[in-house]
Protein backbone atom coordinates (compact mmCIF):
# COMPACT_ATOMS: atom_id res chain seq x y z
CA UNK A 1 0.00 0.00 0.00
CA UNK A 2 1.55 3.64 -0.70
CA UNK A 3 1.20 5.84 1.96
CA UNK A 4 3.19 8.78 0.45
CA UNK A 5 0.13 11.30 -0.09
CA UNK A 6 -2.28 10.27 2.27
CA UNK A 7 -1.76 10.89 6.06
CA UNK A 8 -1.49 7.52 7.86
CA UNK A 9 -1.33 5.86 11.47
CA UNK A 10 1.54 2.97 12.11
CA UNK A 11 -0.09 -0.21 13.61
CA UNK A 12 2.23 -1.77 16.58
CA UNK A 13 0.94 -5.66 17.57
CA UNK A 14 1.91 -8.56 18.61
CA UNK A 15 2.33 -11.51 16.29
CA UNK A 16 0.26 -13.31 18.20
CA UNK A 17 -2.52 -10.45 17.60
CA UNK A 18 -2.32 -10.46 13.72
CA UNK A 19 -6.38 -12.43 13.40
CA UNK A 20 -7.70 -9.24 15.54
CA UNK A 21 -5.07 -6.90 13.95
CA UNK A 22 -5.94 -7.73 10.51
CA UNK A 23 -9.83 -6.79 11.47
CA UNK A 24 -9.28 -3.88 13.33
CA UNK A 25 -7.67 -2.56 10.35
CA UNK A 26 -10.10 -3.44 7.57
CA UNK A 27 -12.98 -2.20 9.77
CA UNK A 28 -10.54 1.20 10.05
CA UNK A 29 -10.18 1.62 6.52
CA UNK A 30 -13.73 1.16 5.87
CA UNK A 31 -14.25 4.09 8.34
CA UNK A 32 -11.72 5.92 6.03
CA UNK A 33 -8.36 5.83 8.46
CA UNK A 34 -5.59 4.75 6.78
CA UNK A 35 -3.33 1.84 8.11
CA UNK A 36 0.62 0.87 8.24
CA UNK A 37 0.90 -2.75 8.91
CA UNK A 38 4.28 -4.40 8.16
CA UNK A 39 3.30 -7.41 7.49
CA UNK A 40 1.65 -5.86 3.73
CA UNK A 41 4.55 -3.66 3.01
CA UNK A 42 7.65 -5.10 4.20
CA UNK A 43 8.76 -8.76 4.31
CA UNK A 44 10.15 -9.59 7.95
CA UNK A 45 14.25 -10.48 8.44
CA UNK A 46 15.14 -8.77 5.38
CA UNK A 47 18.56 -6.09 5.40
CA UNK A 48 15.75 -3.12 5.11
CA UNK A 49 13.19 -4.47 7.61
CA UNK A 50 13.85 -2.57 10.58
CA UNK A 51 14.80 0.70 8.16
CA UNK A 52 11.61 0.69 6.96
CA UNK A 53 9.71 0.17 10.02
CA UNK A 54 11.63 3.44 11.51
CA UNK A 55 10.94 5.20 8.58
CA UNK A 56 7.18 4.39 8.40
CA UNK A 57 6.89 5.78 12.29
CA UNK A 58 8.36 8.63 11.52
CA UNK A 59 6.52 9.81 8.74
CA UNK A 60 3.09 9.16 10.12
CA UNK A 61 0.53 11.00 12.10
CA UNK A 62 1.01 8.45 14.81
CA UNK A 63 1.33 5.08 16.64
CA UNK A 64 -1.96 2.41 17.05
CA UNK A 65 -0.85 0.50 19.99
CA UNK A 66 -2.85 -2.99 20.55
CA UNK A 67 -2.23 -3.90 24.27
CA UNK A 68 -2.92 -7.58 25.23
CA UNK A 69 -0.74 -9.43 27.57
CA UNK A 70 1.37 -10.76 24.22
CA UNK A 71 1.84 -7.27 22.72
CA UNK A 72 2.97 -6.53 26.95
CA UNK A 73 6.05 -8.95 26.54
CA UNK A 74 6.82 -8.37 23.33
CA UNK A 75 10.16 -6.68 23.30
CA UNK A 76 9.37 -4.73 19.03
CA UNK A 77 6.14 -3.57 20.45
CA UNK A 78 7.99 -1.80 23.11
CA UNK A 79 10.71 -0.60 20.82
CA UNK A 80 7.87 0.92 18.46
CA UNK A 81 6.46 2.31 21.05
CA UNK A 82 10.19 3.82 22.24
CA UNK A 83 10.99 5.05 18.68
CA UNK A 84 7.97 6.63 18.53
CA UNK A 85 8.25 8.61 21.49
CA UNK A 86 11.72 9.64 20.66
CA UNK A 87 9.63 11.11 17.31
CA UNK A 88 6.80 13.26 19.43
CA UNK A 89 4.17 10.83 18.02
CA UNK A 90 0.88 10.46 19.71
CA UNK A 91 0.49 7.20 20.87
CA UNK A 92 -2.96 5.81 20.76
CA UNK A 93 -3.67 2.83 22.99
CA UNK A 94 -6.30 0.67 22.15
CA UNK A 95 -6.95 -2.96 24.88
CA UNK A 96 -8.04 -5.93 22.67
CA UNK A 97 -7.13 -8.63 25.33
CA UNK A 98 -6.55 -8.87 29.07
CA UNK A 99 -6.88 -5.95 31.44
CA UNK A 100 -4.96 -3.23 32.45
CA UNK A 101 -2.81 -5.39 34.60
CA UNK A 102 -1.38 -7.33 32.12
CA UNK A 103 -1.76 -5.68 28.88
CA UNK A 104 -0.99 -2.43 29.49
CA UNK A 105 2.81 -1.03 29.90
CA UNK A 106 3.45 1.34 32.27
CA UNK A 107 4.68 3.79 29.79
CA UNK A 108 1.50 3.98 28.46
CA UNK A 109 -0.31 3.56 31.91
CA UNK A 110 -1.65 7.57 31.81
CA UNK A 111 -2.78 7.45 28.53
CA UNK A 112 -6.52 7.27 27.91
CA UNK A 113 -7.18 4.21 25.64
CA UNK A 114 -9.69 2.50 23.29
CA UNK A 115 -11.68 -1.29 24.79
CA UNK A 116 -12.50 -3.37 22.00
CA UNK A 117 -13.27 -6.07 24.52
CA UNK A 118 -16.89 -5.39 25.35
CA UNK A 119 -17.62 -3.02 22.63
CA UNK A 120 -16.05 -3.64 19.21
CA UNK A 121 -18.06 -1.67 16.68
CA UNK A 122 -18.69 1.20 19.67
CA UNK A 123 -15.33 1.36 20.24
CA UNK A 124 -13.86 1.33 16.52
CA UNK A 125 -16.04 4.25 16.18
CA UNK A 126 -14.67 6.18 19.19
CA UNK A 127 -11.26 4.91 17.99
CA UNK A 128 -11.86 6.45 14.44
CA UNK A 129 -13.33 9.63 15.43
CA UNK A 130 -10.11 10.44 17.72
CA UNK A 131 -8.02 9.80 14.97
CA UNK A 132 -9.46 12.01 12.51
CA UNK A 133 -9.65 14.58 14.89
CA UNK A 134 -6.17 14.12 15.51
CA UNK A 135 -5.83 14.31 11.90
CA UNK A 136 -7.28 17.76 11.38
CA UNK A 137 -5.45 19.44 14.70
CA UNK A 138 -2.26 18.34 12.77
CA UNK A 139 -3.13 19.98 9.62
CA UNK A 140 -4.11 23.20 11.09
CA UNK A 141 -0.31 23.11 12.85
CA UNK A 142 0.98 24.03 9.10
CA UNK A 143 -1.64 26.99 8.54
CA UNK A 144 -1.30 28.61 11.74
CA UNK A 145 1.45 30.53 13.55
CA UNK A 146 2.73 29.64 16.95
CA UNK A 147 1.17 31.18 19.64
CA UNK A 148 3.01 32.65 22.26
CA UNK A 149 2.27 33.69 25.61
CA UNK A 150 2.80 37.34 26.14
CA UNK A 151 4.31 38.09 29.35
CA UNK A 152 4.08 41.37 31.23
CA UNK A 153 6.16 44.05 29.70
CA UNK A 154 7.68 46.90 31.72
CA UNK A 155 4.59 50.00 31.24
CA UNK A 156 6.69 52.70 28.90
CA UNK A 157 6.35 56.78 30.07
CA UNK A 158 5.36 59.07 27.65
CA UNK A 159 8.91 61.14 27.72
CA UNK A 160 8.26 64.40 26.12
CA UNK A 161 11.11 65.24 23.23
CA UNK A 162 13.76 67.08 25.28
CA UNK A 163 15.29 69.29 22.07
CA UNK A 164 12.15 70.84 21.35
CA UNK A 165 11.64 71.89 25.38
CA UNK A 166 15.16 73.10 25.48
CA UNK A 167 15.41 76.04 28.21
CA UNK A 168 11.91 75.64 29.12
CA UNK A 169 12.66 72.22 30.61
CA UNK A 170 15.70 73.01 32.06
CA UNK A 171 13.96 76.04 34.00
CA UNK A 172 11.38 74.31 35.21
CA UNK A 173 13.57 71.21 36.25
CA UNK A 174 15.44 74.14 38.47
CA UNK A 175 12.59 75.42 39.97
CA UNK A 176 11.19 71.98 41.25
CA UNK A 177 14.58 70.97 42.59
CA UNK A 178 14.26 74.36 44.51
CA UNK A 179 11.15 73.74 45.62
CA UNK A 180 12.12 70.73 46.74
CA UNK A 181 15.09 71.90 48.92
CA UNK A 182 12.62 74.26 50.68
CA UNK A 183 10.27 71.99 51.39
CA UNK A 184 13.06 69.61 53.04
CA UNK A 185 14.61 71.84 55.41
CA UNK A 186 10.77 72.81 56.56
CA UNK A 187 10.59 69.53 57.07
CA UNK A 188 13.18 69.17 58.96
CA UNK A 189 12.63 71.79 60.91
CA UNK A 190 9.12 70.60 62.07
CA UNK A 191 9.98 67.35 62.12
CA UNK A 192 7.99 66.02 59.24
CA UNK A 193 8.88 63.11 56.96
CA UNK A 194 8.08 63.85 53.31
CA UNK A 195 6.00 60.84 52.16
CA UNK A 196 8.27 58.11 50.11
CA UNK A 197 7.31 57.68 46.72
CA UNK A 198 5.40 55.02 45.60
CA UNK A 199 6.72 53.08 42.99
CA UNK A 200 4.72 52.44 39.97
CA UNK A 201 3.31 48.50 39.68
CA UNK A 202 4.58 46.09 36.25
CA UNK A 203 1.62 46.21 33.11
CA UNK A 204 -0.91 43.44 33.87
CA UNK A 205 -0.43 40.41 32.23
CA UNK A 206 -2.92 39.91 28.76
CA UNK A 207 -5.07 37.39 30.69
CA UNK A 208 -6.89 38.93 34.24
CA UNK A 209 -6.62 36.18 36.97
CA UNK A 210 -9.91 36.03 38.54
CA UNK A 211 -8.90 36.69 41.99
CA UNK A 212 -12.25 35.43 44.64
CA UNK A 213 -12.62 37.23 47.88
CA UNK A 214 -12.50 35.39 50.88
CA UNK A 215 -12.97 35.65 54.73
CA UNK A 216 -9.64 33.56 55.45
CA UNK A 217 -7.08 35.13 53.55
CA UNK A 218 -3.43 34.65 55.10
CA UNK A 219 -0.92 37.50 54.99
CA UNK A 220 1.41 37.13 52.52
CA UNK A 221 4.74 38.81 51.28
CA UNK A 222 4.39 39.09 47.53
CA UNK A 223 7.19 41.87 46.41
CA UNK A 224 10.00 39.06 47.15
CA UNK A 225 11.87 37.76 44.29
CA UNK A 226 12.03 34.19 43.42
CA UNK A 227 15.21 32.33 44.92
CA UNK A 228 16.05 28.94 45.40
CA UNK A 229 16.40 26.00 42.42
CA UNK A 230 13.88 23.76 40.54
CA UNK A 231 14.17 20.47 39.24
CA UNK A 232 11.60 19.09 36.68
CA UNK A 233 11.55 16.33 33.78
CA UNK A 234 13.37 17.72 30.86
CA UNK A 235 12.83 15.89 27.40
CA UNK A 236 16.15 16.36 26.01
CA UNK A 237 16.87 13.06 25.02
CA UNK A 238 14.17 11.30 26.64
CA UNK A 239 12.73 11.56 29.92
CA UNK A 240 15.46 12.99 31.76
CA UNK A 241 15.83 15.34 35.55
CA UNK A 242 17.06 18.74 35.10
CA UNK A 243 17.40 21.65 37.55
CA UNK A 244 17.67 25.26 36.94
CA UNK A 245 18.09 28.40 39.85
CA UNK A 246 14.64 30.14 39.83
CA UNK A 247 15.89 32.91 36.87
CA UNK A 248 15.78 29.98 34.35
CA UNK A 249 19.75 30.42 34.52
CA UNK A 250 22.16 27.57 35.85
CA UNK A 251 20.51 24.89 34.21
CA UNK A 252 21.94 21.57 34.86
CA UNK A 253 21.17 18.09 33.34
CA UNK A 254 21.21 15.37 36.46
CA UNK A 255 20.03 12.06 34.62
CA UNK A 256 21.26 10.65 31.65
CA UNK A 257 20.58 7.22 31.16
CA UNK A 258 18.55 4.65 28.57
CA UNK A 259 14.96 4.39 31.16
CA UNK A 260 12.37 7.53 31.02
CA UNK A 261 13.59 9.15 34.32
CA UNK A 262 10.41 11.40 35.58
CA UNK A 263 8.21 12.48 38.39
CA UNK A 264 11.55 14.80 40.23
CA UNK A 265 10.89 15.67 44.34
CA UNK A 266 13.44 17.35 46.28
CA UNK A 267 14.21 16.66 49.51
CA UNK A 268 13.33 19.31 52.00
CA UNK A 269 17.00 20.38 52.85
CA UNK A 270 17.50 20.65 48.96
CA UNK A 271 20.26 18.53 48.71
CA UNK A 272 18.87 15.51 46.78
CA UNK A 273 16.15 14.98 44.79
CA UNK A 274 14.10 11.52 44.10
CA UNK A 275 12.88 10.48 40.88
CA UNK A 276 11.58 7.37 38.89
CA UNK A 277 13.04 5.25 36.58
CA UNK A 278 10.63 3.43 33.95
CA UNK A 279 11.87 -0.06 32.73
CA UNK A 280 8.89 -0.39 30.51
CA UNK A 281 7.13 -3.23 32.63
CA UNK A 282 8.24 -1.64 36.07
CA UNK A 283 9.47 1.42 38.04
CA UNK A 284 11.60 2.14 40.68
CA UNK A 285 12.32 4.82 43.04
CA UNK A 286 16.41 6.61 42.83
CA UNK A 287 17.66 9.83 44.03
CA UNK A 288 20.55 12.16 42.84
CA UNK A 289 22.62 13.60 45.46
CA UNK A 290 23.00 17.72 43.73
CA UNK A 291 26.01 17.77 45.29
CA UNK A 292 28.03 15.08 43.81
CA UNK A 293 25.88 13.88 41.26
CA UNK A 294 26.14 9.99 42.59
CA UNK A 295 22.35 8.34 42.21
CA UNK A 296 21.15 5.83 44.86
CA UNK A 297 18.23 3.29 44.10
CA UNK A 298 15.92 2.88 46.89
CA UNK A 299 13.59 0.34 45.54
CA UNK A 300 13.11 -2.84 44.66
CA UNK A 301 9.37 -3.57 43.81
CA UNK A 302 9.27 -4.72 40.01
CA UNK A 303 6.18 -2.70 39.80
CA UNK A 304 4.57 0.48 38.12
CA UNK A 305 4.98 2.86 41.28
CA UNK A 306 5.04 6.93 41.25
CA UNK A 307 4.55 10.43 42.88
CA UNK A 308 7.45 9.83 45.70
CA UNK A 309 7.25 12.84 48.37
CA UNK A 310 9.36 13.12 51.24
CA UNK A 311 8.00 14.45 54.70
CA UNK A 312 9.38 17.59 56.16
CA UNK A 313 11.00 15.37 59.04
CA UNK A 314 13.23 13.62 55.82
CA UNK A 315 11.92 10.72 57.35
CA UNK A 316 9.77 9.01 55.06
CA UNK A 317 8.77 8.65 51.73
CA UNK A 318 4.57 8.39 50.25
CA UNK A 319 4.05 7.27 46.80
CA UNK A 320 1.73 5.52 44.94
CA UNK A 321 1.59 2.25 43.40
CA UNK A 322 -0.63 -0.20 41.04
CA UNK A 323 -1.85 -3.26 42.94
CA UNK A 324 -2.76 -6.92 41.92
CA UNK A 325 -6.23 -5.28 41.20
CA UNK A 326 -4.92 -2.80 38.80
CA UNK A 327 -5.80 -0.12 40.74
CA UNK A 328 -3.65 3.02 42.15
CA UNK A 329 -2.73 2.84 46.10
CA UNK A 330 -0.85 4.75 48.29
CA UNK A 331 2.54 2.97 50.17
CA UNK A 332 4.99 4.53 52.77
CA UNK A 333 8.21 3.74 53.23
CA UNK A 334 11.57 4.79 55.22
CA UNK A 335 13.62 7.36 54.06
CA UNK A 336 16.15 5.02 52.77
CA UNK A 337 13.40 2.80 50.83
CA UNK A 338 13.48 0.36 53.77
CA UNK A 339 10.30 -0.66 54.97
CA UNK A 340 7.82 -0.32 52.30
CA UNK A 341 4.19 -0.60 53.56
CA UNK A 342 1.04 -0.07 52.17
CA UNK A 343 -0.57 3.06 53.81
CA UNK A 344 -4.50 3.34 51.95
CA UNK A 345 -6.48 1.94 49.56
CA UNK A 346 -9.96 2.38 47.88
CA UNK A 347 -11.98 -0.19 46.37
CA UNK A 348 -12.34 0.64 42.74
CA UNK A 349 -11.03 4.16 42.60
CA UNK A 350 -6.91 4.75 42.05
CA UNK A 351 -5.25 6.57 45.25
CA UNK A 352 -2.89 8.99 44.10
CA UNK A 353 -0.29 12.01 43.44
CA UNK A 354 0.33 11.92 47.88
CA UNK A 355 1.59 15.50 49.42
CA UNK A 356 2.88 15.85 52.50
CA UNK A 357 1.40 19.05 54.57
CA UNK A 358 4.43 21.67 55.45
CA UNK A 359 4.29 20.18 59.22
CA UNK A 360 4.04 16.75 58.29
CA UNK A 361 0.56 15.70 59.85
CA UNK A 362 -1.61 15.44 57.33
CA UNK A 363 -1.44 14.11 53.62
CA UNK A 364 -3.11 15.39 50.44
CA UNK A 365 -3.94 13.31 47.93
CA UNK A 366 -5.92 12.49 44.66
CA UNK A 367 -9.04 9.70 44.59
CA UNK A 368 -10.56 8.78 41.67
CA UNK A 369 -9.99 7.45 37.72
CA UNK A 370 -8.16 8.88 34.98
CA UNK A 371 -8.89 12.75 34.58
CA UNK A 372 -11.53 12.83 37.04
CA UNK A 373 -10.44 13.04 40.62
CA UNK A 374 -11.64 14.71 43.82
CA UNK A 375 -8.91 15.52 46.03
CA UNK A 376 -8.94 14.78 49.67
CA UNK A 377 -6.70 15.24 52.51
CA UNK A 378 -6.60 12.93 55.83
CA UNK A 379 -4.48 13.28 59.18
CA UNK A 380 -1.19 10.83 59.05
CA UNK A 381 -2.19 9.19 62.46
CA UNK A 382 -5.96 8.83 62.42
CA UNK A 383 -6.64 8.41 58.30
CA UNK A 384 -10.19 10.00 58.64
CA UNK A 385 -9.97 11.33 54.53
CA UNK A 386 -12.87 14.11 53.83
CA UNK A 387 -12.96 15.69 50.25
CA UNK A 388 -11.25 19.48 50.08
CA UNK A 389 -14.12 20.92 47.64
CA UNK A 390 -16.23 18.36 45.91
CA UNK A 391 -17.14 21.20 43.00
CA UNK A 392 -13.44 20.30 41.36
CA UNK A 393 -12.19 17.64 39.07
CA UNK A 394 -8.54 17.50 38.46
CA UNK A 395 -5.94 14.99 37.39
CA UNK A 396 -3.90 14.90 40.82
CA UNK A 397 -0.97 16.69 40.81
CA UNK A 398 -1.26 19.61 43.20
CA UNK A 399 0.86 21.05 46.41
CA UNK A 400 0.55 22.54 49.54
CA UNK A 401 2.15 26.22 50.65
CA UNK A 402 3.20 27.19 53.84
CA UNK A 403 0.37 29.78 54.20
CA UNK A 404 -1.95 26.81 54.01
CA UNK A 405 -2.96 27.05 50.45
CA UNK A 406 -3.60 24.36 47.90
CA UNK A 407 -2.43 24.66 44.15
CA UNK A 408 -3.99 22.05 41.27
CA UNK A 409 -4.96 22.10 37.76
CA UNK A 410 -8.10 21.34 36.12
CA UNK A 411 -9.87 21.61 33.14
CA UNK A 412 -10.63 19.72 29.66
CA UNK A 413 -7.71 18.36 27.17
CA UNK A 414 -5.43 21.12 26.37
CA UNK A 415 -7.95 23.66 29.04
CA UNK A 416 -5.85 22.98 32.03
CA UNK A 417 -5.51 25.92 34.17
CA UNK A 418 -3.84 26.65 37.82
CA UNK A 419 -6.21 27.65 40.84
CA UNK A 420 -5.92 27.74 44.43
CA UNK A 421 -7.98 27.39 47.48
CA UNK A 422 -7.51 27.43 51.24
CA UNK A 423 -7.48 24.14 53.41
CA UNK A 424 -11.36 24.18 54.00
CA UNK A 425 -11.92 24.54 49.89
CA UNK A 426 -13.18 28.38 49.73
CA UNK A 427 -11.77 30.94 47.87
CA UNK A 428 -10.86 28.90 44.93
CA UNK A 429 -9.16 31.25 42.99
CA UNK A 430 -8.35 30.71 39.14
CA UNK A 431 -4.71 32.26 38.06
CA UNK A 432 -4.09 30.86 34.34
CA UNK A 433 -6.11 31.44 31.33
CA UNK A 434 -5.84 29.94 28.01
CA UNK A 435 -2.53 28.32 28.68
CA UNK A 436 -3.16 24.48 29.25
CA UNK A 437 -0.94 25.42 32.88
CA UNK A 438 -0.62 22.11 35.10
CA UNK A 439 2.15 20.76 37.20
CA UNK A 440 1.84 23.53 39.82
CA UNK A 441 4.74 23.47 42.97
CA UNK A 442 5.01 26.54 45.58
CA UNK A 443 7.89 27.70 45.88
CA UNK A 444 9.51 27.14 49.86
CA UNK A 445 8.63 31.07 51.08
CA UNK A 446 5.26 30.43 50.07
CA UNK A 447 4.92 33.50 47.07
CA UNK A 448 5.40 31.91 43.93
CA UNK A 449 4.39 28.90 42.32
CA UNK A 450 6.24 26.77 38.89
CA UNK A 451 3.72 25.34 36.79
CA UNK A 452 3.94 24.24 33.03
CA UNK A 453 2.43 25.68 30.03
CA UNK A 454 2.18 25.17 26.23
CA UNK A 455 3.14 28.22 24.12
CA UNK A 456 1.09 26.82 21.33
CA UNK A 457 -2.18 25.93 22.49
CA UNK A 458 -4.10 26.73 19.39
CA UNK A 459 -2.21 23.87 17.37
CA UNK A 460 -2.53 21.54 20.54
CA UNK A 461 1.54 21.03 19.88
CA UNK A 462 2.01 18.68 22.81
CA UNK A 463 5.89 19.37 22.24
CA UNK A 464 5.30 23.70 22.89
CA UNK A 465 5.19 23.42 27.33
CA UNK A 466 7.53 24.98 28.98
CA UNK A 467 8.18 25.98 32.45
CA UNK A 468 7.12 29.05 33.92
CA UNK A 469 6.36 30.93 37.72
CA UNK A 470 4.28 33.35 38.87
CA UNK A 471 3.75 35.63 41.47
CA UNK A 472 0.68 34.01 43.98
CA UNK A 473 -1.64 36.22 42.39
CA UNK A 474 -1.07 35.05 39.12
CA UNK A 475 0.31 38.13 38.01
CA UNK A 476 3.93 38.34 37.24
CA UNK A 477 4.33 35.64 34.28
CA UNK A 478 7.62 35.12 33.70
CA UNK A 479 8.70 32.10 31.46
CA UNK A 480 11.96 30.60 32.41
CA UNK A 481 12.58 27.35 29.88
CA UNK A 482 13.04 27.89 25.95
CA UNK A 483 13.52 24.61 24.36
CA UNK A 484 12.09 22.47 21.25
CA UNK A 485 11.36 19.97 23.43
CA UNK A 486 8.74 19.47 26.62
CA UNK A 487 9.79 20.38 29.82
CA UNK A 488 7.13 19.62 32.97
CA UNK A 489 6.46 18.42 36.15
CA UNK A 490 7.90 21.43 38.25
CA UNK A 491 9.07 20.65 41.97
CA UNK A 492 10.90 23.98 43.61
CA UNK A 493 13.83 23.44 45.96
CA UNK A 494 15.94 25.95 47.83
Known amino acids: MNMSSAPYFFMSYSREDTAKQK ?77 DHTSTPLR ?17 DELAFALKDYIGIRREITSQSQVNIKLPKPAKLPF ?14 IGLLVVGAIFVVMASRNNITPTSEIDPTNTPPDFVPVIVETETVPTIVTDTEPTGRIVFTCEV ?65 KTSLGAPDISPDDT ?56 SNKLYMMDFNGRNPAVVNDGIDTRGRSDWSVYDLIAFDQGGPFAHEVFTMNLDGSG ?7 INAQGVSFSPDGNWIAFTAYTNVAAKDQASCEIFIMRLDGTDVRRLTYNNYCDYQPRWTY
Open 237 to 301: QGSEICIMNADGSGWRRLTDSKEANFSPSPAPDGRTVLFVANYDSYAEIYEVDLGNGSIRQLTDM
Open 108 to 124: LASHQRVDLRMKFEAGL
Open 160 to 173: PNLQKLGVPLLVGM
Open 23 to 99: RIVRELRERGIEIWVDIENLTPGTPTWEREIEKAIRESMGIIVLLSPESNNSEWVRREISFGEQHRKRIFPVLIEGD
Open 428 to 434: LTQLTNG
Open 316 to 371: RILFHMRGQDALLDLWLMDRDGSNPQKFYEVNDKDVHDPIWSPDGIRILFALGRND
